[in-house]
């Protein structure tokens, strides 16, 4: 039984996955001067490499115990996962602040 604060699971979804959106932003927002994306290509590779750690952590770490059918499931936005949303956002991001923050 997951936790949901008596919200429902759907809602609950949802608002892990804004919280996890919000904090990834802050936190990147905070050491962007430090990432040293002073370019186009860096951005996209920074995001890249971020997208990809954050998938291979969460299939062969976090995810390890499910069959490759249920960790799909966990990324299925059309049944209230919003989880791939998340990860679109993590490999995303550091390109879409780097043009917010050129013009």
């Given at each position: 039984?997951?936790?949901?604060?008596?919200i429902?699971?759907?809602?609950?979804?949802?608002?892990?996955?804004?919280?996890?959106?919000?904090?990834?932003?802050?936190?990147?927002?905070?050491?962007?001067?430090?990432?040293?994306i002073?370019?186009?290509?860096?951005?996209?590779?920074?995001?890249?490499?971020?997208?990809?750690?954050?998938?291979?952590?969460?299939t062969?770490?976090?995810?390890?115990?499910?069959?490759?059918?249920?960790?799909?499931?966990?990324?299925?936005?059309?049944?209230?996962?919003f989880?791939?949303?998340?990860?679109?956002?993590?490999?995303?991001?550091?390109?879409?602040?780097?043009?917010?923050?050129?013009?």
């Open positions: 039984m997951k936790a949901t604060l008596g429902g699971e759907p809602l609950a979804h949802r608002l892990s996955s804004l919280t996890a959106i919000a904090l990834w932003t802050a936190f990147t927002l905070m050491v962007w001067n430090r990432l040293a002073n370019s186009l290509k860096r951005a996209i590779l920074v995001g890249a490499g971020w997208f990809v750690a954050t998938l291979l952590v969460e062969f770490l976090i995810n390890r115990d499910l069959t490759w059918s249920e960790v799909l499931q966990t990324y299925n936005v059309s049944a209230g996962e989880w791939g949303v998340v990860l679109i956002w993590i490999g995303l991001m550091p390109l879409v602040i780097y043009r917010v923050k050129k013009s």
